[in-house]
């Protein structure tokens, strides 16, 4: 699909610049991210879009976690991180499309997907995806930019967006509700504003 692999150039050309880039304006995201999560040690844990791997370091020691993204330029980032001693979990990267995701059902107990549930080109496909993986009753959290009413501006601006690989706006709110996920806390993080949503499986 196109936008799939506007997203894999875009990112190419990203990932030599995009911890001085993008990490700081994300950074508490992050951290509240994996904070919201609690996952335990002994648990599992499915981080989609995981990128060059800043949120990584945040995870317990004893906390299993698979992250996954589809650029191997950005991989290669979160690769030499893991190589770098910086990150206590033990963190398996793989190579993969969250849209079809490479495990079977209810292998984990929760699952987070950071700044990338808006650049994925089908995000309801990801979602699911996600919940199909995840057992029942677990967390899935969600960190994004995120805009409920787009203006003129936002919306005109939108094609492109999407075409650099920076995301589009959708109502994520009326997503999780059609996924049938029960969002447990909303709130604003981070100066760019972005939601950190908590929602639970069913
Ligand atoms: C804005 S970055 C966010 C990276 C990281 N989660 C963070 O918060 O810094 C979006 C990431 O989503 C990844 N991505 C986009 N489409 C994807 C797909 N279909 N499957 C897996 N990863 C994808 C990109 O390669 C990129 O690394």
Redesign the pocket.
């Known amino acids: 699909m196109a936008t799939?692999k506007n997203?894999?150039i875009a990112?190419k050309i990203y990932a030599p610049v995009y911890d001085r880039v993008?990490?700081p304006t994300?950074a508490e995201g992050?951290t509240r991210m994996v904070e919201a999560l609690d996952a335990q040690p002994g648990e599992r844990v499915l981080e989609?879009?995981?990128?060059?791997g800043?949120?990584l370091r945040h995870y317990v020691a004893g906390v299993r976690v698979d992250a996954?993204?589809?650029?191997a330029a950005?991989l290669k980032k979160a690769q030499k991180r893991l190589d770098g001693g910086e990150v206590a979990a033990d963190v398996t990267l793989h190579q993969?499309?969250?849209?079809k995701l490479e495990f079977i059902d209810d292998t984990f107990d929760h699952a987070v997907v950071?700044?990338?549930i808006a650049?994925?080109?089908e995000p309801d496909v990801?979602l699911r995806e996600m919940m199909r993986v995840t057992k029942p009753g677990g967390r899935l959290v969600i960190v994004n930019h995120y805009k409920e009413v787009p203006g003129k501006l936002s919306r005109a601006w939108d094609p492109v967006r999407r075409r650099i690989?920076l995301g589009k706006n959708f109502d994520l709110l009326q997503l999780l509700q059609e996924c049938g996920l029960q969002v447990v806390s909303d709130d604003i993080v981070n100066r760019i504003k972005s939601r950190l949503i908590v929602t639970r499986l069913p």
Do not use: E, K, P
């Not at 989609?48 to 060059?52: D, E, I, K």
């Not at 996954?68 to 650029?71: E, G, M, P, W």
């Not at 993969?96 to 849209?99: G, N, T, V």
């Open positions: 799939r997203s894999n990112y993008f990490a994300f992050h989609v879009g995981v990128g060059t800043i949120s996954l993204d589809f650029s950005m993969m499309d969250a849209h950071a700044h990338a650049v994925v080109a990801v690989g």
